[in-house]
Structure formats: C-alpha cells, structure tokens
C-alpha cells in the first residue's frame, strides 16, 4: 500500500479495462451513485438474474416478482409421511405476517374442514393418524370422587380462625375498636372469600377444538421456524424495513441476487466468482449477504469464498451471523464478560485462520437482530438480522457524508420496530433487541471482528458500539470505515477512469485524460476530495501516481495513492 500509514487504507495499484478509440473528458456529474448489492434468500428461484430494485418499495417487489418456495417441516399430525410439505407464495406485504401464513397452509385448511366431519381427517390415512388418535374420548374420570373433601381439610378453617382468636397473651382491649378477634374474623372471611373464589374460577377441561388447535398450533410453529420459511420471512422483513428507512432521493442504486440459504460451496461460487460471477456484475460499494450464517467447521470454508470474492472485487461484505453462532444460545452468549473466548475454542480454526488473511479486510460479521413483532396468535416473534440495521445506518449517513461509514455510539430509532422484556442481571429490561446484550458482549464479540447490535432500554431505538473488519487492526480490531471508504474510492477511480484511459494511447496524453476526468470527479463530490497527478518511475516502471485527498466529512485528512501504467506494455 501507498501513502499514509495511520489511519490504514489505499490503493497500491489499479487495474482497469482498456476501452479503444479517442478518450472521453465526459463530466462526472452528479456523482457516480453509491450501489448496494443485497444477496440472499427471498424465495425467487426462478430468478437468479440480478434485479436492480432501485426506487421500488417492498409492496411493489413482491406484486411484481411474487415469490413462490417449498417449506418443510416433521408431521407431528401424523406418522406418514415424516415430513409434511407446504408451497409458499408471497404476493402482498400481509401476506408476509406469521398468522396470513399459517392460515395459507394447506394442513391447516384440511383440518379445518374436517372438524364437522372427523372421517374427513381418517380420509387421508396416516397423513393425521396422530392428530385422529389424540381426538378419540378418553374414559370419564371420578370427579365428584376428587371434590369431596377429607374431614380434616373441612376443619382447617375453623381451627385457622380459632388459633387467631385464641393466642395466648392476646388480650383485648375495650376501648380498641380494632380488637384481634374482629381482625381475625376478617381475615378468615376474605380468605375463605379468597379460596371459594379459586374452586369456582378452575378452568374447564379442554375440548375437542381446543385440543385440535393446539395440535395445528405445534405444526404451524414447526413450519414457522424451519429454516427455510424463516429465513425468507425474515429476508423481506429485513428488506421491507431497510427500504421504509432510507431515502429514496439518495444517489444510489440497490441490486437484489437471490441467494438460496442452502448453496454448497460449488453453487455459491458460481453465483459470486470469476468474471461472470454476480459481484463482478457492476462496481458495488458494498454488499449485504442476508442469509445468516455459522463460522465453524466447514461453514468457514464458505465464508473464506466471500471474502476472497470480495476482495477480488474491491468492495465490502455485511455478513449476518446465526444467534448460535458460538455454540451456545443466544441468550447467553449476550451476557457472557469474555464472549470472545468461545472462539478460541476447537472448531473455529478455520474462521481464526481467515481472520488472518488480507480478505478478511473485505468483511464485517453482525450479530443480534431487531424485534419487528412479539409473539401472537401462537405464531414466533419476527427479527430483522442486525445486518439490515448496518446498512441503513450506513445509507442514511450518505445523506450528510460523501464517504460512507457505520453511525457508533448514538442510537437509531426505528418505529416499525416492536419493545419487549428481557432478563438482565436478575432484572428485566425492555429493549427492540431480541437478545439483551451486557455491557462486556459488544467488546469482547469486537476483538473476534463481530460487530454486536444493541438496544436501548424501554426505547425502539438501537445503537452500535463498534465498527469492525474482520480483519485484525489496532488492538486486535480492524476499522469498518476505513474498508467503506476504500472500497468507494476504488469505485468513484474506475467511473471516472474508465473513459480516459484507451489502447495505444500515449504517455503524455493518458495522463492528461487521467488528470481532466479526475478533476471533473472532484468537482462533482462538491471538492471534498482532490487529486493530484504526476508520472513517476518506479522500478524502471513508467507510471502515473494518483493521491487523492479527502478535504471534508469524517475523513477529513486522509490521503490515498495508486499507481496507473503511462504506456501500454
């Protein structure tokens, strides 16, 4: 790398296509826009094109593209087959809310029609046999048996009220309207009050319908939280959220690539790599990879594939972590001191490994997610990965900063978010969060280059307390920023350069073209960032050296070379 060393960041070298005829001084204005690549799962295996989803809403998407998917979940109505199928489509934003979808489940509908008709169920063999068992009566059971009640038990209040009157030492007084005998005798009234009123208010037995829901509750909650449905639902919810937050007036693009959950290693290259490959596709800033993901054992080896990729391709991944990604609930990895040190146990070699690597630049890790609904209707609360969070933080800071970065130690609200209680410390806590995160988790998680999402008591608001690579940096954390700005820079050269430098083109005149559409870029980002041009030879190399300043925003100060061949060779 050239130019400053501290805060780290640059450009050593750059490549860029060569076009053929004259070169254009073409006027870089407005500035190029910032694009955002959102990888992941939405349920659209039919399209694996990219989509540039840029001014769409979430509503819009889902009537244009309808998103059809099989889930699969264990039959508990049922011994056969194992496992009960479901065909998933999306088509409207109510259609995405845990309830619409139970009630789109076609076992859901059998069972319904069948509850005039128990044959109905019985029809389809052992597809419910379990559900048409649980129904058959049982043996009525003795109840006037279980009422009567012992002597001794009938006694118990009497004797209670007796021992209150009677204490020994227990004197009246005459002139004490309060006497212990009236006490007691109040006492025992509002408790047999009290007792009467819990024998009359026991509650019924179930009935046959009571019975039946809960058992299609179970199977609806098992579908719910497969790992497929879950992770679509929580895609778009994630997405429906990121796209309510962020201006739509912002100069940028947004490109969506479904990304199924399940890819081997093989098909998620041949998605991403090589020069066909999706990240290759246009110059992104940055890319959201939405599916959650593990880092031990193999699922590394996928990780290390995004990383390289990413690298290859100068941008930057936001990577969403599975809550168990440690190996331990969520829970209580939120409030462990020294979360970090779990990673240091056997099975994340390979991801310590990566850390290592100078890919690993190229990656942010986020872990916790935002709560957009609590539980209803036995339906499980909806999440948003903390991911989706980051982006939007990053995407809203674009309206006041040419330079993107992750807003750190102020909170953000988000009204669409939902507040609900958590133990902490032996007391309970009310955050948008779903795990309540203690005051070591965000520290500790950050030395490992996990960026940890925390809430904010009793408020919808939530707030980062880092801003991490993955790579190690200063003490032991690399800076998220930093690998932001980099990978726009990298963006805004190859825009403005992509035009001046043609084949055959001599020395004198590249550098002119490079120092002309150079200037034109830094009048379109307002002056905020200059560049100086100067041919230079470096190991008997014909070059023209770029630095480029940054004279306004959070990176006020910061200067970036690179180096570009005068000649052909």
């Known amino acids: 790398m050239t130019g400053q060393d501290e805060p780290k960041g640059g450009i050593s070298n750059f490549s860029i296509g060569l076009g053929s005829g004259t070169p254009r001084a073409e006027p870089v204005s407005p500035a190029p826009p910032f694009r955002v690549l959102i990888a992941g799962d939405f349920g659209m295996n039919d399209r694996p094109e990219l989509l540039n989803i840029t001014g769409l809403d979430s509503a819009e998407l889902l009537e244009a593209h309808r998103p059809q998917f099989t889930a699969r979940a264990k039959n508990c109505l049922g011994s056969h087959p194992a496992e009960l199928e479901e065909r998933i489509s999306f088509s409207t934003l109510k259609d995405l809310r845990p309830p619409e979808v139970v009630r789109s489940f076609q076992f859901v509908r059998q069972v319904d029609e069948a509850q005039a008709d128990r044959g109905k169920l019985s029809s389809h063999g052992q597809l419910y046999d379990k559900l048409v068992e649980a129904l058959r009566p049982e043996p009525l059971e003795d109840l006037q048996a279980a009422r009567e009640e012992s002597p001794s038990e009938a006694s118990d209040g009497l004797d209670a009220l007796f021992s209150m009157i009677n204490t020994p030492g227990n004197t009246e007084k005459a002139d004490d309207p309060g006497s212990r005998a009236k006490s007691a005798v109040d006492a025992f009234v509002q408790r047999t009050l009290r007792e009467e009123r819990r024998k009359t208010e026991k509650p019924e037995p179930p009935t046959e319908n009571a019975q039946v829901q809960a058992l299609v509750d179970a199977q609806a909650r098992l579908f719910l939280e497969s790992t497929r449905l879950r992770t679509v639902l929580q895609n778009w919810h994630g997405l429906n959220l990121l796209l309510s937050e962020v201006s739509f007036s912002l100069p940028m693009e947004l490109h969506l690539l479904q990304l199924d959950d399940d890819l081997d290693r093989e098909s998620l290259y041949g998605l991403l790599g090589g020069p066909s490959g999706a990240l290759q596709a246009d110059l992104f800033d940055v890319v959201l990879f939405a599916n959650p993901v593990g880092i031990a054992g193999q699922e590394a080896d996928a990780l290390k594939l995004v990383a390289r990729e990413c690298a290859d391709s100068d941008t930057v991944g936001l990577i969403a972590l599975e809550a168990g990604f440690a190996g331990v609930p969520g829970e209580r990895l939120a409030s462990m001191e020294a979360a970090h040190q779990l990673l240091e146990e056997p099975g994340f070699e390979g991801f310590r490994g990566l850390r290592e690597t100078d890919a690993a630049t190229h990656l942010a890790l986020f872990w916790n997610e935002a709560r957009l609904s609590v539980e209803e209707e036995a339906c499980p609360a909806v999440y948003a990965s903390a991911v989706w969070i980051a982006l939007a933080g990053v995407l809203t800071g674009l309206e006041k900063e040419i ?33 309540l995160a203690g005051p070591g988790a965000a520290p500790s998680l950050a030395q490992y280059g996990i960026n940890v999402l925390e ?114 060779s």
């Open 455 to 568: 809430g904010v008591a009793n408020r919808t608001s939530l707030v980062f307390r880092r801003a991490v690579t993955l790579k190690p940096g200063k003490e032991g954390r690399g800076s998220l920023d930093q690998a932001l700005l980099v990978s726009r820079l990298f963006s805004l050269f190859q825009e403005a350069l992509g035009g001046a430098i043609v084949s055959g083109q001599a020395a004198d005149v590249r550098e002119a073209a490079v120092r002309e559409n150079l200037d034109r870029l830094s009048t379109s980002l307002g002056g905020e960032v200059s560049f100086q041009v100067q041919r230079t030879v470096v190991d008997d190399q014909d070059l023209i050296g770029v630095t480029a300043s940054v004279l306004g925003g959070w990176a006020t100060g910061q200067t970036h070379s690179f180096y570009l061949p005068a000649a052909d």
């Open 403 to 435: 330079f993107p970065c992750l807003p750190v130690g102020v909170p953000s609200d988000f009204d669409a978010l939902e507040v609900a209680e958590s133990l902490s410390m032996g007391r309970a806590v009310a955050t948008a969060c779903r795990f």
